[in-house]
DNA sequence: TTGTATGCGTTATCAA
DNA sequence: TTGATAACGCATACAA
C-alpha cells in the first residue's frame, strides 16, 4: 500500500522529476512524446498527487471552507447543496465545517483557515456582531457572508455578502397581514443569547410594521424563546402553544422561519384551530416543505439558490483579485391561502 | 500577513525548533520553564501549525471524510448533524463531500482520501452494488458504510457497516398495512437508474408480504419513477397523483421514503381524499417532519442518532487497530394514526 | 532536557 | 525540451 509518488512516476516513465511535474500541471513545455509516456504511467498506476506536499508548496491550496452555524437547518441544506455543486463543478473540493451555536463562526474560519491553508471562505448564517475588522484582517482570505446581515463598523472592503433585507421583508409581510385585516398578530422566534441574528432584524421590522399602522405592540403577542432541544419544528409548536393560551384573540402569526411555522401549524391544528379560518399564519425564508404542508403556508421567500450562485461567484472573484461586493436580495411573499382576509 | 512558522516560534523564544514541536505535540519532555516561555510566544503570536507541512511528515493525517450521496434528502441530515458533532467532540475535523447520482461513491473516496491524505471515511447513502474488493483495498483506509445495504460478495472484514435490514422492515411495514385490513396496497419509490439501493430491498420486502398474504402482486399499484429533477417532495406528490388515477379502489400507499410520503399525502389531500379515512398512508425513515405533519404520518422509525454515533465508534475502532463490524439495527413503526384499518 | 539535521512529496528555479 | 536541486513547514532520530 505504500503510496506512489512523483519519484516513482519519474523512475517508471525514464524521465525527471520536473518533467512529471510539468505534465501534470500543465506548465513548461513537455514534447507530446514524453508527455505521453508519463501520463500513461501516471494512468497504469493510478497516480495522484499528494495534496499536502502541493499545498505546502504552494503555500496556498485549492480548498474552500462552508461555515454553516446550524448545519441542519433546513433553508440552509439547499443553499449547501447549491455551493456545493457548484464548487465542484469549478474543481473546488468543498470543506464543510458545521459551528454549534456557542462557538463564533469567523473565529472557526480563522483556525480552519490556518489549519487547512483555505483559498477562500463562505460563511452561512450567524450574527456579525461579535465580527470585528481585526478578525477579517487576520483571517486574510477572500470572505462571502452569507445571510448574514453586516450591520457592523467593519470596512465593508473586507469582506462580500449576500443577504435580503430581513428588517424589510419582515416589515412588508407583517404589514401583508395588516392591510388583510389583522391587528392581533403573534411574532414567534427562536432564542439565540440576544444576538444580532437575522431574528432579532425581522423583530424589528416586524415591530415597525405594527407602528406605523397603529397598533400597539404587545409583548404577550411576542414569543418568549423558549429554549427547546432539538429542531425549530418543536420549537414551533411549542412556543405557539404558549402563545394560543396567552392571546385567544390572536387571530394571525408570523413565524421567523418556516421549520417555526410549520411547529406553529401543527400546534393550531392540534388545538383545533382551522388554518387560515381562525389563524392565519405566514412564515419566512421559502422552504420547499411549505408549499407540501396541509394547509400549504404562506411564506417569505427568499431566494436561495440564486444567492448561494451569487456568493459562490463573488468568492471566486475575489479570489481573482475582484473587489468586494454586497448584494442584497428581493424576498417574494409566496401566498398559498394560510392568510385569510379578516373584517376589521 | 506573511505567515508565523515553528522556526519563527523557535527563534521568538530563544529555544530550538524540535523543543517547540514536543511542546506543541506534548511529546518527548521539556522543562516547565521552556514550555511556559514557548507556550507564551504561540499564544502571542496565535501561532497555529501548519497542517499540510504536518500531514506530509506524518504521511498520514487526522482528516475523515464523510461521503453522502444526496447530501439534501432530510433522512441525512440528522446523521450529518450528529457525525459532525461526534467527530468534532473527538478532535477530528469532518470533511464533507456530496456526491451526485451519477458518480460512485466509493470512487469519490478513493480520490478524496489520496488528495487529502484522510485517515478514515463514513460513506453515507448509495448503492452497494458497484463496489468491488479491488476498490476496498485500494482505498486502504477504515471504512464505515452508513445505510448502504451490504449485499454483495466483498470481504466483509474489509470495512464496517450500519444499516437497518430494509427487506424485512419494508415487509413488515406491508404486514401492518395488510393486517389493517387493505389489500390494494401501492407502492412508491424514486427511481435510481435501477440500481440495488434500499428502494430495490424496501420493494422486495414489500412484494414477499404480499405474496406471503396470498395478495397478488399488481403492477399498477407500483410507481414507475417519475423522474423529478428536484426534491422527493415533488416526485412523491407526482407519482402519487398518477397510482391514483391508475387504481381508483387503492386504499393505502407505502412509500419508500418520508419525504416521498408527505408529497404523496399532499397529493391525496390535493385530490380531495381524507387521510386515513379514505387512504391510509405509510412512510419510512422516521424524519421528524412526518410528526409535525397534518395529519402525522406513520413512518418506519430508523433510529438515525444511534446509527450515526455506531457509524463512528466503528470507524474510530477501526483507526486503532479493531476489526470491522456489520451494525443491523431495527426499525419501530410509529403509529401515529395515518394508516385506518378497513373491513376486508 | 535540548538542538541539529534529515526527509516527507511537491513545485519552481536554474543550468544544461 | 529537460533534469538536478532548493525550498515549503513540520516531526523525529540522533547527538549533545
Redesign the pocket.
Known sequence: M??????D??RLS?????????V??Q?????D???KKVMDVINEYN????N???N????QSENIALIVKYMSNPFFIKMMDVIEIEMASRGYPLLIQNVDETSDELDTAISESMHSNLCGVIIMGGSFSSYTEAKFKQLGIPCVLLTVSSEGNVDPSLYSSVIIDDEIEAYKATKYLIEMGHKNIGFLYKDVAGLVTPNILRYQGYKRALEESGIPVDDNLISTGIPVNGSGFRAGFLTMKQLMQRNPSMTAVFAFSDVLAIGAAKAALAGGKKIPDDISIIGFDGIEMTEFYNPALDTVYQPATEMALSAVSLLHGMMNGERSQHMVYDSVILKRGSVKKILG
Do not use: D, H
Open positions: 505504500a503510496n506512489i509518488n512523483i519519484k512516476i519519474a525514464g524521465v525527471g522529476i520536473a518533467t512529471v511535474s510539468r501534470i500541471n506548465t513548461g513545455s513537455v514534447s512524446k514524453t508527455k497516480y495522484i498527487p499528494n499536502n506536499a502541493r505546502l508548496k504552494l503555500t
